[in-house]
Structures are given as structure tokens and as C-alpha cells.
């Protein structure tokens, strides 16, 4: 079975400086996809970037970019210029590509504060 | 604009209760799915769907049953409700393949049962 580890249950950052947010997986597959979602206070989960593991190259969007090790299972999200709007729980999560109904195994979150 | 809606934001139930949870999205997704939500386990597959009246256990299906009758509604069932299902309960949909789609999500449900 799949299994996604964020270590860092908490983290801290100052307005306007960067972050990167660990994450962890274990899997057999070598096709699969992996998502960061963010989750305000708000509740609604929303997704902010995904990568395909066949790609060698780092996913970005904005101020969000990812760093895909695919030897080593990692993939940290890092947000750059950090913006009061980005505080929220992130959660790293695994999705593989065979079996295309499948759900997404989903790391237990980091709770992201932005310290104004 | 996409849309996954849950019946209730708030709900409480008595023990023993059956309770019935409410998704419906407007996409035309073929996949559908269901996740408890609890602090410090963040989320973790009950059921989905990826047809009408087709269904598959999640992670933890234990206690729970779906229902999806139509390709835009799936509805959770506790068929006899207890404490230790008090949690936040998130409805998700995907289109249908083997593509990097996201799955957009409910505004979820909070269930305290009693």
C-alpha cells in the first residue's frame, strides 16, 4: 500500500519569504501522479500544483513550485513571497496512474502560518 | 465553473441514527468519492464510484455504505451511526481516465454524532 509522510506537522514563516513544505511517499508503482492541496480555514480543498512522476522536469505555478526527487520519493513544495493568503493546511497527496478511478492517499497535513 | 455541493455544512445525529450525506457535482465526472476528515490523520478514503452503481471500498469502509444512483449525486449511508464517526466528511469528484485531473472538492460536511 501507498503511504504519503509530511513531517512537519507545523511551520512558521514570515510575510514575503519562502517556505518549502516536505513530503514524503512510498509506493512499488513507477507510473503515478503527485498533488499539493491547500485547505484554508474556509475548508474548501483546492489543488495548487501536480506533477506526473514520468517528468523529469519540476512542476510550477506562480510563487509555487515543487522539487520532485524520484529516487529518493520526495516532493517539497516551495512558496516563495509568502502572502497572508497563504496560510491554510497543506496536504501532500499520491495518486497512482494505473487504475484510473482511484482516490488520492493523502499525508497528514502541514498547518502553515504567515507571520504578518 | 466547477461545482461539488454537499446537502448539509453542519449536522447532528443521535446514536444509532442512519444518516444519509449528500454530494452532487455538475461536471459530468464519472468518478466520485467520499473522505473523513480528522485532525491529525488528515484525510482518508471511505468509498468511491466510478459509474452509476458502481462502488469500491476506500481505506477504512468499515461502518459505512454508498449510493449512486445517478452519474451526479453519491451519498454516503451510516446505517447506525456511532460517536467514533463524528468527524468532517469531504465529497470529491474527477473526470473518468488515467490523466493527472484534479479532484474537486465539497465544502465538506461536519458530523457530530451523539
Known amino acids: 500500500a501507498q503511504t504519503v509522510t509530511q513531517s512537519q506537522p507545523e511551520m512558521s514563516v514570515q510575510e514575503a519569504e519562502t517556505v518549502t513544505l516536505s513530503c514524503t511517499y512510498d509506493t512499488s508503482e513507477s507510473d503515478y501522479y503527485l498533488f499539493w492541496y491547500k485547505q484554508p480555514p474556509s475548508r474548501q480543498m483546492i489543488l495548487v500544483i501536480r506533477q506526473e512522476a514520468y517528468k523529469q522536469q519540476n512542476a510550477t505555478e506562480n510563487r509555487f513550485s515543487v522539487n520532485f526527487q524520484k529516487a529518493a520519493k520526495s516532493f517539497s513544495l516551495k512558496i516563495s513571497d509568502s502572502q497572508l493568503g497563504d496560510a491554510a493546511m497543506y496536504f501532500c497527496?499520491?495518486?497512482?496512474?494505473?487504475?484510473?478511478?482511484?482516490?488520492?492517499?493523502f499525508g497528514k497535513g502541514t498547518h502553515l502560518i504567515i507571520q504578518p | 465553473d466547477v461545482k461539488v455541493t454537499q446537502s448539509s455544512r453542519y449536522l447532528v445525529k443521535r446514536t444509532g441514527e442512519k444518516v444519509f450525506l449528500e454530494c452532487v457535482q455538475d461536471m459530468d465526472h464519472e468518478n466520485m468519492f467520499w473522505y473523513r476528515q480528522d485532525p491529525g490523520l488528515g484525510l482518508r478514503l471511505i468509498y468511491f464510484s466510478y459509474d452509476v452503481k458502481m462502488k469500491e471500498k476506500g481505506d477504512i469502509p468499515e461502518g459505512y455504505s454508498v449510493s449512486r444512483e445517478k452519474k451526479e449525486r453519491f451519498s454516503l449511508i451510516l446505517e447506525s451511526a456511532s460517536t467514533n464517526q463524528t468527524s468532517m466528511y469531504l465529497c470529491?469528484?474527477?473526470?473518468?481516465?488515467?490523466?493527472?485531473?484534479?479532484?474537486?472538492f465539497g465544502p465538506g460536511t461536519r458530523l457530530t454524532v451523539l
Open positions: 497527496a499520491y495518486r497512482r496512474m494505473r487504475g484510473g478511478a482511484d482516490g488520492l492517499t
Open positions: 470529491a469528484s474527477r473526470r473518468g481516465g488515467e490523466s493527472a485531473d484534479t479532484q474537486y
